[in-house]
């Protein structure tokens, strides 16, 4: 078993920024993806950003050129850097990971059933 947890979220003014990490625990050997992802009040979980092990990146539109989503190379810890943050940013913020021991390469994605595993979560509060 794997278990995910998320820190740094927090309450912050329109423009400011923050930094999310998850750290990893459990069997997290192999290749991995690796990805965050949000829930607003009332609204569907989504994407937010993704990478694999080769460290190859992808956004989702509404956060492309302000987060930026990285991870250490064993794919022990996860971090999204985010920057200009705006009130629409207002949600809770999920890692989530899935680990493979077949010797393949997963490309990353945002799509939510590619990942097994998922913290629990973690508030970000964006005021305007």
């Known amino acids: 078993q794997v278990k995910l947890v998320e820190r740094g979220g927090g309450s912050v003014q329109s423009g400011g920024s923050l930094r999310l990490s998850c750290e990893a625990s459990?069997?997290?050997?192999?290749?991995?993806?690796m990805a965050w992802f949000r829930q607003g009040e009332g609204k569907e979980r989504e994407g937010v950003a993704a990478?694999?092990?080769?460290?190859?990146?992808g956004y989702s539109y509404s956060v492309e050129g302000r987060f930026t989503i990285s991870a250490r190379d064993d794919g022990n810890t996860l971090y999204l850097q985010m920057n200009n943050l705006q009130p629409e940013d207002t949600a809770v913020y999920y890692c989530a990971a899935s680990y493979y021991f077949n010797g393949y390469y997963y490309a990353q994605t945002l799509q939510t059933s590619a990942y097994r595993y998922w913290g629990q979560g973690t508030q970000v509060t964006v005021s305007s």
């Open positions: 990478i694999d092990e080769r460290g190859v990146t």
């Open positions: 459990g069997y997290t050997s192999g290749s991995y993806r």
